[in-house]
């Protein structure tokens, strides 16, 4: 299998910062397949320039990040993770918490195993325009990580295998996130043949992409293969929205959503479904979608002339960017109390690794997107790679791999990559 990472003119090494001077004034180029890819729509994202110089200015000026950066180099991404599941681990046997596995089966949760497979998901590249402070992934304009052609072509013939089958989950929902996915070579290629077998598709959209140069027909594209947009818009305010996002996207939001709008999506009747998603600010859970759903819908209509269909309330998982920040804040043992004291046995039998199979950019396989940044494979040793898959049905029945980090999918009324499970 070729793993090697497709690299958009961005500097080597998922943690590099030796080109950043050099990079201020770069753009976004698309690559042939973006170029071939789709055709124009009945509206476009206003032209604007590339977020990206912005991004890296900020991650320049971040001393806290370059010092991050720097031990990624030195010491390597997996000796970092395994400090920081130390750290939830200890913080769990301070408040005198039992593993999570343990916590499940004393609450009489069912078995944690498989179903059929109904969600594939493929997280294609690490590449943003963004840096986003809460990011479990690490995304920003500094990392490489691309999927090849291979292992995209290997998920296609999932999807086939699956769309073949006679079985009552055979269209699957395909859900492509990154990074921004819209960046990566494969991302039209996905799309396309995804919806060519009939599957549903979600691109998971920062809304800011919408406005990369080079991407003037994305718009158009979603549309014409009434790809389902769920996009990150944490707040409705400019303040919080920069504050956790970088500065200047909450305006360059609004404007990707006003070109979704005006191409018809989270327009009543026009069949192409826009969802919002909201992640809290601070150290606390995300409230019930039923309640905050109208009051965004509200403001983003009063405010902007916005509309959507959906919002969905996700809580922020203790791991990565979200986890370092509550260690630089001394508040991870508070956090993981809060996730602790909030645990939902309803929410933990919604829980999306039941049903979902991700997979990374060099065709890895996870129980999911979160088990994935922490390189917590599949329990079963002979099922690593999508090559190892003959179909998605030889997952049903696996056990799943769960860790500290699971207490913030069942906490409250649970967080999946589709909102609250409970």
């Given amino acids: 299998m070729n793993t090697t990472a497709f690299s958009p003119q961005v500097p080597a090494g998922p943690g590099s910062h030796r080109l950043l001077r050099s990079r201020r004034r770069a753009r976004h180029r698309p690559s042939a397949t973006q170029q071939a890819g789709g055709g124009a729509g009945p509206a476009s994202p206003p032209a604007a320039t590339s977020l990206i110089p912005e991004t890296l200015e900020e991650l320049e000026s971040d001393s806290e990040l370059q010092l991050l950066h720097a031990r990624i180099q030195q010491e390597g991404q997996a000796a970092l993770t395994r400090e920081e599941q130390r750290r939830r681990q200890r913080s769990l046997e ?11 089966q004393g609450a009489g949760v069912s078995p944690l195993v498989r179903r059929p497979t109904t969600v594939l998901q493929l997280n294609i590249g690490l590449y943003c325009n963004q840096a986003c402070r809460h990011c479990h992934v690490e995304s920003s304009p500094m990392r490489t990580e691309m999927m090849s052609h291979e292992v995209a072509e290997r998920c296609v013939q999932l999807m086939e295998e699956a769309a073949a089958s006679n079985d009552s989950g055979s269209r699957l929902t395909v859900d492509l996130t990154g990074g921004a996915p819209e960046l990566t070579p494969q ?26 140069p080079g991407q003037e027909d994305l718009v158009g594209f979603l549309a014409e293969h009434s790809v389902r947009v769920v996009a990150s818009m944490p707040c409705y305010s400019a303040a919080n929205v920069d504050k956790q996002r970088g500065g200047g996207v909450f305006t360059r939001s609004i404007a990707g959503l006003q070109a979704l709008n005006a191409a018809g999506y989270g327009v009543p009747g026009s069949g192409l479904l826009l969802d919002l998603v909201y992640n809290p600010g601070g150290v606390f859970l995300a409230p019930p979608q039923a309640q905050l759903e109208p009051v965004y819908k509200q403001e983003l209509l009063e405010q902007f002339g916005i509309v959507f269909n959906s919002l969905l309330c996700l809580n922020n998982m203790p791991i990565k960017r979200w986890a370092d920040h509550l260690v630089k804040e001394g508040k991870l043992e508070e956090y993981m109390q809060l996730l602790v004291d909030s645990f939902n046995p309803a929410a933990a039998e919604g829980i999306m690794c039941r049903d979902t ?18 390189e917590l494979g599949l329990p079963k040793a002979s099922l690593r790679t999508v090559f190892d898959l003959k179909s998605l049905q030889e997952l049903t029945g696996q056990r799943i791999a769960v860790d500290s980090h699971c207490f913030g999918c069942t906490a409250g009324a649970g967080s999946s990559c589709q909102g609250a499970t409970e």
Avoid at 94 to 104: E, K, S
Avoid at 191 to 211: F, P, S
Avoid at 364 to 371: E, G, Q
């Fill in 94 to 104: 301070a408040l005198g918490v039992q593993p999570f596995g343990a916590v499940l």
């Fill in 357 to 374: 199979i991700s997979v990374g950019w060099d065709g890895r396989l996870y129980d999911c997107d979160f088990n994935q940044q922490l």
């Fill in 187 to 212: 991302f039209r290629y996905l799309v396309t043949e995804a919806r060519r077998l009939g599957h549903e598709v979600i691109d998971r959209c920062n809304l800011t992409v919408l406005l990369e």
